[in-house]
């Protein structure tokens, strides 16, 4: 594989050239959500309610295989932007991909035996229990393949190839999106058939990923494999295991936001978790952003250009900005069109699209969060990211939620989504002139 330097030429360029196929990939890794809300629906309320509860849980897990992936990209791709050693980089994911696999089989083991106790705490109905319970453990068997597939794309991506990752990410989503209705309904698994189509996708995807690392080198049989093992994982682990945490932060206060919404009722949930769902695909060239940001700052920051990365910086957030103005208008003059793709009940339709709607207005906000802390994780600043999270969720976002629906209702929650997402602009900002990453100084 021709390994992209990202420390010349444009700096837009090279985020381009790495963000650019990521938002295909991300966006067929989202599409599985989406599918599966489609096809479930068709069931009736408590399934699509089902995946309402599951979600936030199952995303917050799935912040571990997103905080290896960090700490993998942040650790490569630093030592290839210093450039002193040929193997450093293949060893560093080879080590990467062995610890990330023995985490995500520890973490799978206690989701499959806590699942039902989490989503009753979450306020689940008896009917959305039973198909949250059912789905939990094929998920929980498909996670040790994620974790495999993200850790070996992030190497891809700290090499500067952001194709091969999306490739892969298409991959594993088509074959998921392929199998649910066939196992959905033909089988008549129904919500389970949703889960087991997620193995067998992420199966494909991760062998997929190791065979062609290894085939380009990404991958190699270092002869000495184990070298510098435990100084590797402290790498990895360093930002890793921060940036897992600052990813599970949204996840698990939304998980709490959910819990506020279900004491309106199954049609809110399975409103406000369609909405989410939209909005999860509305932010995808911002997320994609995020994933072309890391390697760009760090190799970079390895090769001690500090103000082409803070330029990287500046560029993102002025994206960032614009982008957040053309989807806000979007998503208000569709709403009501997109919340009828995933819903049949015009109740729980008129709860999606009073989201869209409102929240949409904020969401440059959250663009310029996770831009910023994909950022400081590639600077091995992963403490100010999970700063940055926390006061976002728990001291802006979930009490503002709850206090919002105390006196408001539903509008209130919407409120505080609103409240969160102006505030990170202000954090971002904040942690950006902290970490040597103010975009003004670039």
Known sequence: MAQQDLTQGPVWRALARVSAPMSF???????????????????????????????????????????????????????????????????????????????????????????????SLMG??????????????FWALSFPFLVLMMVTNAAFRAHGDGATSAAIM?????????????????????????????????????????????????????????????????????????????????????????AAVATLGDAAVAGFGAATRVQSVALVPLFALSSGIGP????????????????????????????????????TAFAEPLAGLFIESEEARGYAAQYLMIVG??????????????????????????GLSLARIFVVYVPLAWIGLITFGYPGILAAAIAANVFAVGGAWWCARRTGLNPVHA
């Open 124 to 137: 689940a109905g008896d009917a959305a229990l039973t198909e949250a319970k059912s789905y939990a453990p």
């Open 170 to 258: 298409v991959l594993a989503a088509v074959i998921n999106i392929a199998l649910n209705p066939l196992l959905i309904f033909t089988f008549e698994l129904g919500t389970q058939g949703a889960a087991i189509a997620t193995a067998i996708g992420r199966a494909f995807g991760a062998v997929a990923a190791v065979a062609y690392a290894y085939h380009t080198g990404v991958l190699t049989r270092c002869p000495n494999a184990l070298s510098g093992l435990i100084s590797s994982f402290k790498q990895v682990l360093t930002v890793g295991v921060p940036a897992a945490f600052s990813n599970a932060i949204n996840p698990a206060g939304m998980s709490l936001v959910t």
């Open 361 to 386: 207005w904020s969401l440059f906000g959250y663009g310029i969060l996770v831009t910023a802390n994909a950022a400081m994780n590639a600077r091995s600043k992963a403490g100010y990211s999970v």
């Open 296 to 331: 760009v700052v760090g190799q970079n920051w390895g090769a001690d250009k500090r103000s082409r990365a803070r330029a990287g910086m500046r560029d993102a957030w002025v994206f960032c900005g614009g982008y957040g103005v053309l989807i806000a208008v979007a998503l």
């Open 25 to 119: 990939g991300i966006l067929a890794v989202l599409s599985v959500g989406l599918a599966d809300a489609y096809f479930l629906g068709q069931l009736g309320q408590a399934p699509l309610a089902a995946i309402g509860f599951v979600y936030p849980v199952t995303t917050a897990i799935t912040s571990l295989a997103i905080g290896l992936s960090a700490g993998a990209n942040a650790a490569i791709s630093q030592t290839i932007g210093k450039g002193s050693d040929d193997e450093a980089p293949a060893r560093l994911a080879l080590h990467a991909l062995g610890l990330g696999l023995a985490l995500a089989i520890l973490v799978a083991l206690a989701f499959w035996s806590l699942a039902g106790a989490i989503f």
